[in-house]
């Protein structure tokens, strides 16, 4: 990690929007246990994703969270799957990952900011 100060404009480029699970399925050729999501994010359409979170979520449980995802990455080769966003989540020094949602419910693509 970097403790390098981040400019506003840097920050302003990310972009971190809400988004509802649609479907979970594990993804057994992962290296670390991991889920693969598809994430509906209203306007921008659907991305898919793979995340680590398989010790505190299960598939079930999954399906219509709304998280908060950072949209703008380009697309990544995870084994033999297509990431196209990376939801964010709280990462304990034990690796477990606490998705990040917001205090109320809102329309899936809201940017964070």
């Known amino acids: 990690m970097s403790n390098e100060p981040l400019s506003w404009a840097d920050f302003e480029k ?8 649609m479907s979970a399925e594990p993804f ?5 246990p991991a889920y693969k999501l598809t994430i509906d994010f209203g306007p921008l359409g659907t991305r898919r994703t793979s995340a ?5 979520y299960n598939v079930a449980d999954l ?3 709304q998280v908060v995802a ?3 990455f380009p697309p990544k080769q995870i084994a033999t ?3 196209e966003c990376l939801v964010l989540g709280a990462v304990d ?5 606490t998705l ?13 900011g």
Do not use: C
Not at 14 to 21: K, Q, Y
Not at 100 to 112: A, C, F, M, S, Y
């Open 28 to 32: 057994p050729q992962a290296r670390k």
């Open 81 to 83: 799957f297509m990431s």
């Open 14 to 21: 990310v972009e971190i929007r809400t988004g509802t699970i």
């Open 70 to 72: 950072v949209v703008n």
């Open 52 to 56: 680590q979170i398989t010790r505190l």
């Open 93 to 97: 020094d034990d690796g477990t990952v």
């Open 100 to 112: 990040l949602q917001t205090e109320r419910p809102t329309q899936n693509g809201v940017r964070i």
């Open 63 to 65: 399906i219509g969270k």
